[in-house]
Nanobody, 111 residues
């Protein structure tokens, strides 16, 4: 089972995107889940986490702009990104202890 992120794209500064993450053939409804990102030429960094019960945590750089959520019935993880900035440009990955790192989705924010 491989986690698959989707929903990335090109957006202008100040815009919004919603990323999704699924696990075709698997289930992470009871798992701790996370979003990370990797910008060009930089190391992968933490963005947000969510527990199976819905407790969340955010990196300071995205706090107040991004919202992580999950729909356990649909076995889907989300990342709502608002007020996007050019420095948010990166490949975004979802991951879990059970399934590891999934295929990322590219987010590009133009100034």
């Amino acid at each position: 089972v491989q986690l698959q992120a989707s929903g990335g794209g090109l957006v202008q500064s100040g815009g919004s995107l919603r990323l999704s993450c699924s696990a075709p053939g698997g289930s992470f409804s009871r798992d701790f889940m996370a979003w990370h990102r990797q910008a060009p030429g930089k190391q992968r960094e933490f963005v947000a986490t969510i527990t199976s019960s819905g407790s969340v945590n955010y990196a300071d750089s995205v706090k107040g702009r991004f919202t992580i959520s999950r729909d356990n019935a649909k076995n889907t993880l989300y990342l709502q990104m608002n007020s996007l900035k050019p420095e948010d440009t990166a490949i975004y990955y979802c991951n879990s202890p059970r399934y590891g790192w999934g295929r990322g989705t590219l987010v590009t924010v133009s100034s």
